[in-house]
């Protein structure tokens, strides 16, 4: 009996999903087929045809069978919503398009064999060739041995035979040929020729008729040397395949474990979690059960199992042998050792851990690659970052990091690689299918996401600027925004926007408690937003950096960066008012003296921190000193010095000079000696001065003390203070000069950080800041010829060096008797000159 079995459904702009409960349904005994306009399932008892409202894309659909449920996600042919999801037409004609669909999907399946054989057919041609190649060479070389080894063996021959003297008879005579010719004349002989022999011994012919023939001297016999006795030669070599097992492992075991001992492999059944003494008691414990190769087979097996608890201990277990520093040979031991973990904690739902752990993957594959042998080829180094940032966009999406995961998916599907590039590749297809419905669904929860935040802003900058928070209309706009702001955080949990305004609206609602814990997880959510960034700007220095983003995924990207200030001014603004309503008087304080950190001289903050005083006064809270409101003149004024114990204790706080001081980071106290402000003890300064010069102070204290990277932030923050900068001076030029130095600090903070583009950039702001200010100011002369020199200096380590030389002149032109500046004007002229 065939049943129907129940199915929903559920479509994007790009896609749609299907899902039919079908128990008992397995990979084995499930047939999907799908077509254009048709998709059928076979899971015997139950059979579902469907006749599709619109046009598919058979070769990126994809079917996934688990717990009794078949899911199919189809890929639209074009953009839009269906509305239904079958079609509506007389059964005739749509049994006609039926057929037209499955005799078009079995055209396509039939190309797609022929193209898969003709591949394969290549790919064996190629092996085959590359294989008789090797043989080739393998040939060639055993005749190149051969013949050496022959020759080797001949000359040892010869070396033996000279040794032993194994001529054939020892000759003491001379020979014949090398007898000397001679044209004397024979010796005379009783008046005659004396008589002479061919060969010496022998009688001449003369003598011989007269006398006896004289036989020649006989010889001792030749006595043969002894042979030495040689060594056997060794048995000829047994031909035939040497097996050979081992134990996988990368840290070297000790001897008593080598051998049998150490290739033991642990029963397989039952599993259990690894018992490892490494953190307890290192020495104690046997050394192969603490090898990471070791422990990662083990983690792989309980991967295999879905034991995700266990897993994730071996795998933990494996990196704890590692911490910052691994070895080349086990870079890929442990990027896989961080993917898979990433994958255990998304089962266990430990999403932004799992988020870590696929970065920390992603930072280590753009800074280096695996020393071995035999390199992972390029094709799989690629499809294995692909699936970091495919797991890492899942976590982010699961915890409600929407714009991160976004921007994973969109680096995931450049990694796939195009889709006319990919078609004889069903994995590459089927990524593609689902990266591309995740990426929609990601972009469909943001937008919501935005509109709601949308309408819920509207709403509580209505009630906040019209004061009607307190009436009972207002409360009721109050709590519609309240709800909006559930829904959105619903869509996007962890979205600090979101936090502020939401904590905003529970602080107009009278709502401090759980105000305030909003803004606490808003604050905390800026601080992990700021960490992910620093982990993005590591990948990208690394030899191997990722490929850029989409030029609109960048700028979402720059403009939620850029937004983090205001949102963390707005965050801490709540809190404080939070924190003040629940009597929390110092954490309150706190949290506005931070705020006024990001905004100085805000009048709101300003006025919350007096109410917050005063308050403390009447509730004998003990409060730092709180900043004052700034002067109306900025001319110092000398405060009673009278205390109640009859003591003077006068404070005397530098005023920041125009002037820089001499060496980049001087400090503002140092070289401001000539006009001291004088306040009385137990008053607090004025606030640009805590805003503006303190910290330009810190900042020049911690460039003493080589921290130019707190430095660089000091110099930010005191930019920042424009207000508090125009008070120092006292004149409207007074707060320029101010930030120009300020900029002059930063931008030799960045040369000596070696970040010349920085360093230009705000030389050049400085710059053009300076030339709205009168040349007749005495303060702007040196502080203009030290950033002509900074600038220079960093264009022409950026081998920009026409641009170097025209800066050097113009200082060499304000400084004409400074020996270092002409010295380092001509090198540059060479520079160029040779360019």
């Known amino acids: ?89 007389p059964r005739t004609e749509r049994l006609k398009r039926r057929a037209a669909s499955r005799a078009s999907a079995e055209e396509a399946a039939a190309a797609q064999a022929e193209r898969k054989k003709s591949k394969s ?191 994730e201990s071996a795998y933990s277990h494996v990196l704890s042998q590692f911490g910052k520093s691994i070895m080349g040979q086990a870079i890929d031991c442990v990027v896989a050792c961080y993917s898979n973990r990433s994958v255990c904690r998304i089962r266990r739902g430990e999403m932004l851990a799992a988020a870590a752990d696929a970065s920390e993957a992603l930072n280590i594959v753009c800074k280096a690659r695996c020393v071995t042998e035999f390199p992972k080829p390029e094709e799989a180094l690629q499809r294995a970052r692909m699936r970091l940032y495919a797991r890492r966009a899942t976590a982010y999406a699961a915890a409600g990091v929407l714009h991160r995961a976004t921007a994973d998916l969109h680096s995931a599907l450049a990694l796939v690689g195009a889709t006319e590039g990919m078609t004889a590749d069903p994995g590459a297809v089927s990524d593609r299918s689902v990266l591309t419905m995740d990426l929609h669904a990601a972009q469909e929860r943001e937008e919501a996401a935005a509109k709601l935040r949308q309408e819920a802003a509207a709403l509580v900058a209505h009630c906040a600027n019209s004061g009607e928070e307190r009436t009972a209309e207002g409360q009721l706009e109050l709590t519609r925004a309240r709800e909006l702001l559930n829904e959105c955080l619903g869509l996007q949990p962890l979205d600090a926007a979101t936090l502020a305004q939401r904590a905003t609206c529970l602080v107009l609602l009278y709502e401090p408690s759980a105000a305030a814990a909003d803004a606490t997880a808003g604050l905390a959510e800026l601080d992990a937003e700021a960490a992910r960034d620093g982990v993005e700007r590591s990948m990208m220095s690394g030899l191997f950096p990722p490929s850029p983003l989409p030029d609109e995924v960048r700028a979402a990207l720059v403009c939620r960066s850029h937004q983090a200030e205001r949102v963390r001014f707005a965050l801490l603004e709540s809190r404080g008012a939070a924190r003040a309503a629940l009597s929390q008087l110092q954490e309150a304080a706190s949290d506005l003296r931070a705020a006024l950190k990001l905004r100085p001289a805000h009048p709101s903050v300003l006025a919350s921190l007096d109410e917050i005083a005063r308050r403390a006064v009447a509730e004998g809270v003990d409060l730092q000193p709180l900043p004052l409101a700034p002067p109306a003149s900025p001319e110092p004024a000398i405060a009673p010095a009278a205390q109640p114990q009859g003591k003077e204790a006068a404070v005397v706080e530098a005023r920041a000079e125009a002037t820089e001081s001499g060496s980049t980071g001087e400090s503002a106290a140092s070289s401001s000696a000539k006009e001291p ?85 705000d030389a050049t702001a400085a710059l053009t800041a300076l030339d709205a200010i009168a040349d007749s100011m005495a303060a702007a002369a040196p502080l203009r010829l030290k950033l002509l020199a900074r600038r220079g200096m960093a264009l022409s380590r950026l081998t920009r060096h026409v641009e170097a030389r025209d800066d050097y002149r113009r200082a060499v032109a304000l400084a004409p008797d400074d020996a270092q500046l002409r010295h380092d004007l001509s090198a540059i002229e060479k520079a160029c000159e040779t360019a």
């Open 1 to 89: 009996m065939v049943l129907s079995p129940s199915y929903t459904w559920s479509e994007t702009k790009g896609g749609l999903t299907v899902i039919a409960q079908c128990t008992g349904a397995s990979v084995s005994t499930t047939d999907v087929f799908s077509s254009p306009h048709y998709v059928s399932l076979n899971s015997a008892p139950y059979f579902l045809e469907l006749d599709l409202h619109g046009e598919v894309l058979p070769d990126e659909s994809v079917a996934t069978i688990a717990h009794g449920k078949v899911t199919l996600r189809l890929q639209k042919a074009g953009s839009g919503l269906w509305g239904r999801l079958v079609v509506d037409m």
């Open 121 to 311: 057919w290549n790919e064996s041609r190629f092996t085959l060739g590359q294989q008789m190649d090797q043989d080739r060479m393998a040939r060639v070389e055993i005749e190149r041995a051969k013949a050496a080894e022959k020759e080797a063996e001949a000359a040892k021959l010869r070396d033996w035979q000279n040794s032993v003297g194994t001529s054939p008879t020892s000759v003491t005579a001379q020979p014949y040929s090398e007898i000397a010719e001679t044209d004397e004349p024979p010796a005379l002989v009783n008046g005659g020729i004396a008589p002479s022999s061919a060969h010496p011994g022998q009688p001449s012919l003369a003598s011989a008729e007269t006398s006896p023939p004289r036989q020649p001297p006989r010889q001792p016999p030749l006595q043969p040397r002894p042979i030495p006795r040689l060594s056997p030669p060794p048995p000829p070599r047994r031909t035939g395949t040497v097996s050979i097992k081992f134990t996988p492992k990368l840290l070297p075991a000790p001897a008593r474990t080598k051998g049998a001992a150490a290739d033991r492999e642990l029963p397989p059944d039952p599993l259990a979690a690894p018992q490892l003494a490494g953190t307890v008691a290192p020495d104690a414990a046997d050394i192969s059960q603490r090898d990471p190769a070791w422990l990662k087979a083990r983690g792989d097996r309980h991967y295999t199992l879905r034991d995700w608890a266990s897993a």
């Open 677 to 761: 402000k004088v306040v009385s003890a137990g008053v607090p300064p004025p606030v640009g001065t805590r805003s503006a010069a303190l910290l330009k102070g810190d900042a020049d204290g911690a460039v003493r003390n080589g921290k130019l990277e707190q430095a660089l932030q000091l110099y930010g923050v005191a930019l920042q203070a424009d207000a508090a900068a125009e008070w120092l001076q006292g004149t409207a030029t007074g707060g320029l000069l101010f930030r120009c130095q300020c900029l002059a600090n930063r931008a030799a903070c960045h040369l000596r950080l070696s970040d010349y583009n920085a360093c230009v950039d």
